[in-house]
């Protein structure tokens, strides 16, 4: 009764195939080229969706990578400003009687002081979205996303942000 009904109109329709022979297989491209029909295979979609979200995680890195040369390059031009903002403070340590290796170590502490904040805010806001996220949006059970889960490269991760926050802040101290 439902398919004689002229308000409605069939949009698609799955058929499963017992055997696994030519025909079975040829079966979608014959529909393709002899129809006005389109007919898919599940398994081949699925496949190429995999294709996509493969290259579309690395993009994702490499944006990944160029965030962070920018921000090792922000990082050092906001140094550079802080410097000169602070010349007249280390002008006057160095006539207290502070010497250049103080003064530069002075600096890269603050910036090593800073990179330790930054790096902990960022663990403490991300890892907490993604508790929160696999709590609340029920993430941890249907994908296994789990916040409190620190993984080795984030170690690696952190300690290139640390080891580049202090390769930019030689310049400005030096």
């Not at 409190?148 to 942000?161: H, N, P, S, T, V």
Request: hydrophobic share 50%; glycine share 8%.
């Amino acid at each position: 009764a439902e398919l004689t009904d002229p308000d409605r109109e069939i949009t698609s329709v799955l058929l499963t195939f017992k055997g696994k022979n030519i025909q079975a297989l040829n079966f979608g491209r014959q529909i393709n080229e002899n129809t006005n029909l389109m007919a898919v295979n599940p398994a081949i979609e699925i496949n190429r969706l995999y294709e996509l979200a493969g290259s579309a995680s690395e993009i994702l890195y490499i944006i990944g990578i160029i965030l962070a040369v920018l921000t090792i390059l922000a990082l050092f031009i906001n140094l550079l400003q802080v410097l000169e903002d602070r010349q007249k403070e280390i002008a006057l340590l160095r006539l207290s009687g502070a010497d250049r290796t103080f003064t530069v170590l002075l600096l890269i502490a603050e910036v090593f002081y800073i990179l330790l904040v930054g790096l902990s805010l960022g663990f403490l806001i991300s890892h907490g979205f993604l508790h929160w996220a696999s709590t609340q949006l029920g993430l941890g059970e249907k994908y296994n996303i789990q916040g409190l889960y620190f993984c080795l490269d984030e170690l690696q991760i952190a300690g290139m942000a640390i080891l580049g926050g202090l390769l930019a802040s030689l310049y400005p101290a030096w």
